[in-house]
C-alpha cells in the first residue's frame, strides 16, 4: 500500500513539474524579444557561445546560441531578439533536466550589462571562478594532450581535446571518463576507500568524503556532480554502517529525494542515471564478481572486480547515449579504470599547488604526467585495433531493458548455485 501510495505522489509531482514548464509558451518560428538575465556560466566552443536566459516576463528558460568569443557574463542582463525554436523533447536531451524548452540561434543583443546577483548567484560565481583557476593550473604546468585529458577527468572539460583523442576515447568505450558524471564520483570514492581502508577505518570513511567535497567544489557545483555528490555521500555512510541493505536504502533515499526535487532527472539526466548504475553495480554485483575471480592478490581482486562491476551495469547507458558500441571497450576500461583513482588524485593536489606556487607545480607534475602519458597510450592502443568500434548503433531503451534483466537473472542463477553448494547433503 505505501509502495503504491508513493508510486501516485509521484505521478503527480511528475505531472505538476511538467505543467509548470509546459505553461511557459513562446511562439515558435517567429522573431521575438526577450530581456533576462544570464544564470548559468557561458559555455565557449570554436562555433558558437552557449548561455541560459531567464525570462523576466515568463520565467522561462532559454538557451541562446551565440557567436563565437561574444563577451557575455554570468549575472549579465541581456536583452536579445531572434527567432525561437524548440528542441526535441527526448530521453537524450539535457537541457530539460535544467528545465530548458526553448533555444534562439544566434540573436541579436540589442542590450547587456552587468546584473544584480542573488547572494546565491555571487556564491556560484565564486565556485565557476575557482574552477576557471584551477584549469588554468593545469593547462600552465602539464603539456597537452595530457593537460586537456587531465581536465576531462577533473572537471568534464572536453573543448580543449584534440580530434584524434576525442576519437580514441569513442573507438575504444572510455569516454565515460570525461563525461562529469556520477561515474567519476564513484571512481573516487572506491579508490580512495581500497587505499586508506587498511590503514584506518576513519580515514577510508572522511578522505572519499573530503574529495568528493572537493570535486564537487571545484567543478563548480553543477546540479549533475552536485546529485552525484550527494548520492556517493550516502554511500559512503552506508560503508560506515556496514551493511548491505543500508546502502540500498541509503541509495533509494538519496535517490527518491532528488527525483522529488527535480522529477526530470529520473529520465534526461545521463550523470544520474550512470552514477546509480555504477553504484549498483559495485554493491550488488562486484561482491559475486570477487568470489570467481581467478586471483590471490586481495587488492587486485576488490580493484578488477569493482572495475567489472560498475562497466557492466552502466555499459548499457554508455552504448545509448554515445552511441558507439566499442568491441574493445571491456578490455580498455580494466586496463585503465583501475588507475583513474590515483591520477585524479595525484593530478588534483598538483593541480592545486600549482594555483598557489605555479614553480612547485610544474616541479611535481611528473608525479602524474607519466601516468596520464600511459592511459592515454592505452586508450590510442585499444582505439587503434582493427574493428575497434561500430559507429552509429542505435540503442534502444527497450535493449538496456533486457540487458538489465539478463544481468539480474544471471545474479539470481548464480545465487540459487551457490546456495545449493554450501547447503548439507550436497
Known amino acids: ?19 509548470s514548464l509546459e505553461n511557459v509558451v513562446y511562439p515558435v518560428g517567429e522573431r521575438i524579444k526577450v530581456q533576462g538575465q544570464v544564470v548559468e556560466p557561458p559555455e565557449e566552443t570554436d562555433k558558437s557561445t552557449k548561455a541560459v536566459l531567464k525570462d523576466d516576463t515568463r520565467g522561462g528558460k532559454i538557451l541562446l546560441i551565440l557567436k563565437p568569443l561574444t563577451k557575455i557574463n554570468y549575472g549579465d542582463r541581456v536583452a536579445v531578439e531572434g527567432q525561437m525554436s524548440q528542441p526535441a523533447a527526448n530521453m537524450k536531451n539535457p537541457l530539460l533536466v535544467k528545465g530548458i524548452t526553448y533555444e534562439m540561434a544566434f540573436p541579436v543583443i540589442t542590450e547587456a550589462g552587468p546584473g544584480n546577483m542573488t547572494w546565491g548567484m555571487k556564491a556560484q560565481d565564486g565556485l565557476y571562478s575557482l574552477r576557471n583557476s584551477f584549469e588554468k593550473s593545469i593547462n600552465a604546468i602539464f603539456p ?47 579508490g580512495l576507500r581500497l587505499i586508506f581502508r587498511r590503514r584506518s577505518a576513519k580515514l577510508s570513511f572522511y578522505m572519499p568524503l573530503a574529495a568528493i567535497a572537493a570535486f564537487v567544489v571545484m567543478t563548480g557545483s553543477s546540479s549533475s556532480v552536485v546529485r552525484a555528490g550527494i548520492m556517493g555521500a550516502m554511500m559512503m555512510l552506508a560503508y560506515r554502517v556496514g551493511r548491505q541493505s543500508s546502502a540500498t536504502m541509503a541509495i533509494i533515499i538519496s535517490a527518491a529525494v532528488m527525483v522529488f526535487l527535480n522529477p526530470f532527472i529520473l529520465r534526461f539526466d545521463v550523470g544520474f542515471q550512470l552514477s546509480f548504475a555504477a553504484f549498483i553495480g559495485i554493491i550488488y554485483l562486484a561482491p559475486y564478481i570477487r568470489e570467481i575471480l581467478p586471483l590471490k592478490h586481495e587488492f587486485a581482486k576488490e580493484i578488477l572486480a569493482i572495475t567489472i562491476g560498475a562497466q557492466v551495469m552502466a555499459y548499457p547507458l554508455i552504448l545509448y547515449y554515445f552511441g558507439t558500441f566499442s568491441l574493445v ?32 607545480g610544474l ?64
Open 1 to 19: 500500500m505505501l509502495a503504491i501510495g508513493f508510486f501516485f505522489l509521484g505521478v503527480l509531482r511528475l505531472q505538476q513539474y511538467q505543467a
Open 144 to 190: 597537452e594532450p595530457e593537460a586537456s585529458f587531465l581536465a576531462g577527468l577533473l572537471l568534464g572539460v572536453k573543448r580543449n581535446l584534440p580530434a584524434w583523442l576525442t576519437q580514441d576515447l569513442q573507438n575504444s568505450g572510455t569516454t565515460h571518463l570525461i563525461a562529469l558524471s556520477g561515474f567519476n564520483i564513484t571512481v573516487i570514492i572506491e
Open 329 to 360: 571497450s571491456f578490455a580498455a576500461n580494466l586496463a585503465v579504470l583501475p588507475f583513474i583513482p590515483f591520477v585524479m588524485l595525484i593530478g588534483f593536489v598538483v593541480a592545486l599547488i600549482g594555483m598557489v606556487w605555479q614553480g612547485l
Open 363 to 426: 616541479a611535481l607534475s611528473w608525479t602524474v604526467l607519466f601516468s596520464l602519458q600511459a592511459i592515454i597510450a592505452v586508450i590510442h592502443f585499444f582505439a587503434s585495433l582493427p574493428f575497434s568500434a561500430v559507429n552509429g548503433i542505435s540503442f534502444s531503451t527497450a535493449n538496456a531493458a533486457i540487458y538489465y534483466i539478463v544481468v539480474l537473472e544471471l545474479i539470481f542463477i548464480y545465487k540459487r548455485l551457490r546456495k545449493r553448494r554450501f547447503e548439507p547433503g550436497r
